[in-house]
């Protein structure tokens, strides 16, 4: 927590500093110049308040340089001062109450008098700091008696989605939001880990024949009754078994080579400025180093499958498991552990889920674009579902739900994120941002700008005409997708020239 006083004009600005390392904390008073320095007076020189602007660290630091620390920026179209306290009452039940606020610059602002504490304060998680803006009434007093009663909260109740649940496992996983893009956004890693199934968009090249397959099926145009049904259920039923099973592991020998492939691929588009042979082993290398640090983090998992020659059984051990002789776990026949040949590395489920079930990519994408903005503070919140009513709220039916909602420097962000320009209910954002009012709606399409993603812009623009609302659209980059051959392995700095 910081203390800063601005000094005159012959005068160096005042800082006092002090070190919390609870969740809870008082600051302490600390006067301001003229009245520390002003003697004793029988007249009351040293009564009156002040203002005092708390400028508190972040734990939870989303800084992508290894020499910049976050700080708390609290945005002023979002209520999040209550998350660390509530209004206070200086001196007893005769002083007065005070009600913090945000300044201009995002910190909190107490007040503070002559011989009194300053309230506790809570450092809040940032799912904790969303739900007080959302569903916390307000806090302010009417001007005037009559004047009507408190305004009520924004929503009733949010709850995280599947979606929020696994992007939340899937960041922890890697090691956070930037060690996740330098693993899912890597061109290399990216196309095997597309290559094992983890794309959202698998099979969708087979989308248009299984659409005129059902209109043939179904000539009449609806769905009539229980035979057209079963037409329906047989065309599914046999697309299911058109789709390729994908493979189930990765090879080194076969990941060298496609390394390899990828290598020279990349450098016949890009010059060289030194001769390849001074960095040709360095980037070589860097295959199998990726390979240990996604290991580590759970995101692969290394063993050896092997067939039983007895029931043709495809058998999985993982190298924790390996021992002299391996079982099989059909039949049980034992076959010599191997001492030759390569390791397989199967994708961790939870990651192939996320990635092809629930679209994890595009929002890894799109908070790796939005933490790039931010120079002091950066937090968001993950995918939740919103509840407007008690109604809504016991039966488990949400009214609405939030990709993302981000903070960057004070700028509140209420973010739609989708893999590709499809499925996109302009109104259902519109509505929901003017309900929650941030200070801008983006919607972040995993795609190449295009003349269709533009009138999405304008389409949202119409939608929140009027609302004080700036629209804005994200979309793919040649930055975004890191092509380089050096691959991720968890060592990586950035540095950031103060």
Request: aromatic share 8%.
């Amino acid at each position: 927590m910081r203390h800063v006083e601005d000094g005159g004009g012959f005068q160096t600005r005042d800082w006092h500093e002090t070190t919390f390392s609870d969740e809870t904390f008082r600051p302490p008073l600390i006067a301001p110049r003229h009245i520390r320095g002003a003697p004793s007076s029988p007249f009351g020189g040293h009564r009156g308040t002040w203002a005092l602007d708390v400028d508190i660290e972040r734990t939870n630091d989303y800084s992508r340089f290894n020499n910049v620390q976050h700080h708390w920026r609290l945005p002023r179209s979002l209520r999040i001062t209550s998350a660390f306290t509530r209004l206070y009452q200086l001196g007893g039940v005769t002083g007065p109450l005070c009600v913090p606020r945000v300044s201009e610059e995002g910190l909190i602002t107490l007040y503070g008098a002559q011989n009194v504490q300053l309230p506790e304060l809570r450092v809040p998680t940032d799912e904790v700091a969303f739900s007080y803006a959302l569903c916390l009434p307000r806090d302010w007093q009417p001007f005037a008696p009559g004047r009507g009663p408190l305004q009520n909260s924004l929503v009733l109740e949010i709850r995280p989605s599947d979606k929020g649940r696994y992007l939340t496992a899937l960041t922890h996983l890697s090691g956070g939001i930037h060690r996740s893009r330098e693993i899912f956004l890597n061109k290399f890693w990216k196309e095997q880990l597309e290559f094992l199934g983890a794309s959202p968009s698998a099979g969708e090249d087979r989308l248009p024949e299984l659409v005129r397959r059902l209109q043939n099926r179904l000539r009449s145009g609806a769905i009539q009754g229980q035979e057209d049904w079963e037409r329906i259920g047989r065309v599914v039923l046999g697309e299911a078994r058109a789709v390729g099973v994908p493979p189930q592991y990765l090879r080194f020998d076969h990941l060298l080579a496609r390394f390899e492939e990828f290598r020279n691929g990349y450098w016949s588009t890009h010059a060289v400025a030194t001769p390849r042979e001074q960095w040709d082993e360095q980037e070589k290398r860097s295959l199998a180093r990726s390979i240990q640090y996604l290991c580590q983090r759970e995101i692969l998992h290394q063993g050896h499958e092997w067939l039983c020659p007895r029931c043709n059984n495809s058998n999985w051990v993982r190298i924790d498991a390996i021992r002299k002789s391996m079982v099989c776990e059909v039949c049980g026949a034992t076959k010599p552990a191997p001492v030759a040949g390569p390791w397989h590395f199967r994708l961790n489920s939870f990651v192939l889920d996320g990635l092809r079930a629930h679209g994890m990519l595009a929002y890894l994408w799109c908070l790796s674009r939005l933490s790039g903005l931010a120079h002091t503070c950066f937090f968001f919140l993950e995918p939740h579902e919103l509840f407007f009513t008690t109604e809504s709220a016991y039966a488990g039916r949400a009214d609405a739900e939030i990709d993302l909602m981000v903070v960057t420097d004070g700028t509140v962000r209420l973010c739609e994120v989708k893999t590709s320009n499809q499925n996109i209910s302009i109104e259902k954002l519109a509505g929901l941002a003017r309900r929650i009012r941030p200070d801008i709606a983006t919607l972040a399409i995993m795609e190449p700008r295009s003349g269709a993603i533009d009138r999405r812009l304008e389409q949202l623009r119409e939608a929140l005409n009027g609302s004080g609302i700036e629209a804005e659209i994200i979309t793919l980059d040649g930055n975004d997708i890191d092509d380089g051959p050096n691959l991720p392995t968890g060592t990586s700095q950035l540095i950031k020239l103060l």
